[in-house]
């Protein structure tokens, strides 16, 4: 079992950043790919990017690639999620998601990720 809590959402004007934190309990959070998912009111909730269990593969969704940077520290299991250039549609609730899987297509699926935050708010005004 993992339970995963997401911090760092806010409140950013156009062009700011934010660091998002997802902090995982139990012992196997090195054992699983983290996933950050977003979802936008009225919208269904999109892949954003995946971290692989060692850290050394990821996959972006085109939509963040080169503003996003996804990253972890297995020491503290915990998983980060940078966001720079920030722009008014990346608002919405941040996700952070584990599962097996691999850092492919098959890893931009909700249904690879057995366990789920609870999300938090990233809102970026014009």
């Known amino acids: 079992q993992v339970q995963l809590v997401e911090s760092g959402g806010g409140l950013v004007q156009a062009g700011g950043s934010l660091r998002l934190s997802c902090a995982a309990s139990?012992?196997?959070?090195?054992?699983?790919?983290m996933g950050w998912f977003r979802q936008a009111p009225g919208k269904e909730r999109e892949f954003v990017v995946v971290i692989s269990w060692s850290g050394s593969n990821t996959y972006y969704a085109d939509a963040v690639k080169g503003r996003f940077t996804i990253s972890r520290d297995n020491a503290k299991n915990t998983v980060y999620l940078q966001m720079n250039s920030l722009k008014p549609e990346d608002t919405a609730v941040y996700y952070c998601?584990?599962?097996?899987?691999?850092?492919?297509?098959?890893?931009?699926?909700?249904?690879?990720?057995?366990?789920w935050g609870q999300g938090t708010q990233v809102t970026v005004s014009s």
């Open positions: 139990g012992r196997t959070f090195s054992t699983y790919a």
């Open positions: 998601a584990a599962g097996r899987t691999g850092s492919g297509y098959y890893a931009s699926l909700r249904s690879s990720y057995n366990y």
